[in-house]
């Protein structure tokens, strides 16, 4: 299972920020006190409907709150109050650990508004909702991979942002959980027998993850392989990249041992 850092007080920053927004907005606004429950699909006026989804995020009520959200929008699209009921509607789903409604509200923030001050944000979400629902690396890897394109993009669009330094740190740790996912797949096929499918999974790990802390085993792995596939050239140059960039990993102490118990081997047969 990936390790998790939950970037709640990143996510709740930029919050704070939407909700003062909305504070500014409401303040300019008259009360509509109302005693009409906070219901959805109920018609009312665009301050008070608001001020409701509002009032059920403070208290934590995170699923009636992003439908008050969504209805703020329903009911006055072309309300200035509609493109923050969206944003604000992802994050609500978002908290209440609905991410695929998190990202559809996002999605349909930055389809309606894609050069707003919050599209870092909203694309932001987006990443932090994928990256929730990565699962073992027993499972298919789909979200593990839509997760690292999400929070990809963060990085690309908006490399300064506030949201750029933690998706950096997610993709690293993306790219550790996928590059786990091809060494578990190299090891069944090395296990079995299939040294050349191995061989491919581990190489994709040097190649594709070398930053990776599976980097050091996937050189040992094709090494291992490589003698069981009758290259012993091969395995010797595994051995000495792996000896040069990781001298005192155990991975190399063990490809060591293992070259050093076929050299006698090979002298002797030759």
């Known amino acids: 299972m990936i390790t998790r850092s939950v970037s709640r007080p990143v996510l709740r ?3 704070m920020a939407a909700l003062l927004s909305s504070a500014t907005l409401l303040s300019a606004c008259a009360s509509t006190g109302g005693g009409k429950a906070d219901t959805a699909y109920v018609a009312r006026d665009v301050e008070s409907l608001y001020r409701a989804a509002k009032d059920r995020l403070d208290r934590g009520d995170l699923k009636m709150a992003a439908g008050l959200f969504d209805e703020v929008e329903r009911q006055h699209p072309y309300s200035p109050w509609a493109r923050r009921a969206q944003l604000m509607s992802a994050f609500a789903y978002y908290a209440g650990r609905d991410y695929t409604k998190s990202i559809a509200s996002a999605q349909r923030f930055l389809s309606i508004h894609p050069g707003n001050r919050d599209a870092p944000y909203a694309y932001y979400l987006m990443g932090m909702s994928y990256y929730e629902q990565i699962s073992d690396v027993e ?27 933690d998706a950096r ?16 797949i190299g090891r069944f096929y090395e296990r079995s027998g299939q040294w050349l499918a191995a061989q491919l999974r581990f190489r994709n790990v040097t190649e594709n993850y070398q930053t990776t802390s599976h980097t050091p085993e996937a050189l040992f792995r094709l090494a291992e392989t490589s003698l069981a596939l009758g290259i012993p050239e091969e395995a010797q140059r595994y051995s000495a990249v792996l000896g040069a960039n990781y001298p005192g990993n155990e991975w190399y102490e063990r490809a060591y041992d293992m070259m050093q118990k076929y050299e006698p081997a090979r002298v002797n047969g030759g």
């Open 169 to 184: 740190l997610k993709i690293d740790l993306v790219n550790d959980h996928l590059a786990g996912k091809e060494m578990e």
């Open 13 to 15: 920053k930029a919050l």
């Open 139 to 165: 499972r298919d890897q789909a979200i593990t991979r839509q997760a690292l394109a999400a929070l990809t993009e963060v990085t690309r669009r908006y490399p300064r942002s506030e949201y750029a330094a």
